[in-house]
């Protein structure tokens, strides 16, 4: 039995809100199923174990106009800050794999980082870098069909992973673990490097990084309107049957609230300001030993599991992206912040408000902020700890 072929990848403006050219989706589209649930009708099924996080989709957040007036605040303040980072990893990665380097992007947090990612390959070196869009799934791995379609089309040591931050690292250990395993599974000789290239590290899992500070990118404010309309990817074995890539949808129904356009040109028009800083830094960390992968998120989140009595660390979410994901997707217990951090903060303080979400100052956090799911929610928890039933 021969091995499906891998179908074409969809391009905006049929899929996603992005120029064609930006970026290439291998994935299929699910636009027209019904598969958001309740938040927490999402959690209980996950914690209960009824459920994959990945087998359904959460409602998307529509942002009340006070939310929306801090995200356009973040980008003006941040956009310079972010050119310099995008410019920094571009730099390495293409240290590291040349101008005929394949930016594929772990859709969907990557891919709006791949997208400025291609823009500073053109602006400073004229390249035009292929960029894909691809799903990786917390304990299903990478989406091998698309891995197979990019055997096909590029070599696979010319490929690059790109995502926006790391946080305790999850997705850093899933992908080497998922890419040894598709490299066997597809049979390549020369297979996939799990090299993963983001904008910011700070969990200390990732060589290849912008930086390591742990701040606000605005694209991690918003869902789909800040990521070309496309959902989070999807994997559910009664809608993906082999010969499919991993789902998502595309809401076009929100092209009128769509910020992924104004992200984008907003940190494109600092290029030319950052330029020769980002030539200084790069410099600087190119003379230097490669930098320690101490994996000090994975230390902090095991730490902060322990002392509130979590017992799972999947119920830590450290870092401004991934706290702002659990106050927009899941059922978030108790949000942690360090105190001189605050004033960076806005959104998620407004988010934490708007949901009702106790907000714990702590001096020495190794990160702005923790975010904390629920933990053994059901939807009759009650008590202090959230956790007895009714």
Not at 300 to 313: F, P, Q, R
Request: hydrophobic share 45%.
């Amino acid at each position: 039995m021969t091995a499906p072929t891998p179908p074409a990848p969809l391009h905006g403006p049929a899929f996603g809100s992005y120029d064609s050219h930006e970026v290439a989706w291998l994935l299929s589209d699910l636009s027209g199923v019904e598969l958001e649930a309740p938040t927490e009708e999402r959690e209980e099924a996950i914690q209960s174990g009824g459920a994959h996080y990945a087998e359904s989709l959460p409602v998307e957040y529509q942002p009340t106009p006070e939310y929306t007036a801090l995200f356009h605040d973040a980008l003006r303040a941040s956009s310079r800050r972010l050119a310099h980072a995008v410019g920094v990893v571009t730099e390495l990665v293409l240290a590291e794999r040349g101008d005929k380097a394949v930016l594929v992007s772990l859709a969907r947090a990557g891919t709006p980082i791949g997208v400025l990612m291609r823009r500073w390959a053109s602006y400073a070196h004229g390249l035009v870098l292929p960029h894909y869009a691809v799903s990786i799934v917390r304990g299903r791995g990478i989406d091998q069909l698309a891995l197979a379609y990019l055997a096909q089309h590029h070599r696979p040591g010319d490929v690059m992973f790109v995502d926006g931050w790391t946080g305790k690292g999850a997705i850093s250990r899933e992908l080497a673990a998922a890419v040894e395993e598709a490299n066997t599974a597809l049979g390549l000789v020369e297979g996939f490097s799990a090299d993963l290239a983001v904008l910011a590290d700070p969990g200390h899992c990732a060589e290849l990084f912008g930086t390591r500070d742990d701040y606000l990118i605005p694209s991690a404010c918003l869902n789909s309107t800040v990521s070309g309309l496309v959902s989070r990817t999807v994997l559910n074995d009664a809608l993906i049957t082999p010969g499919m890539y991993h789902g998502a949808k595309f809401y076009s129904e929100l092209a009128d609230v769509d910020v992924s356009g104004e992200f984008l040109d907003r940190v494109s028009m600092q290029f030319s300001e950052v330029a020769d800083d980002v030539a200084t830094t790069v410099a600087e960390r190119r003379a230097q030993p490669a930098p320690e992968l101490t994996w000090a998120g994975w230390k902090a989140v095991e730490a902060i599991s322990a002392e509130h009595g979590l017992g799972d660390v999947n119920l830590v979410k450290p870092g401004v992206g991934e706290t702002t994901r659990v106050l927009l997707r899941r059922v978030p217990w108790k949000i942690l912040v360090r105190a001189d951090a605050r004033h960076e903060l806005g959104h998620v303080l407004l988010l934490a408000e708007q949901r009702g979400v106790e907000v714990v100052e702590v001096q020495d956090l190794p990160y702005s902020c923790v975010g904390l799911i629920h933990p053994k929610f059901t939807r009759g928890a009650t008590g202090a700890d959230g956790t007895a039933a009714q």
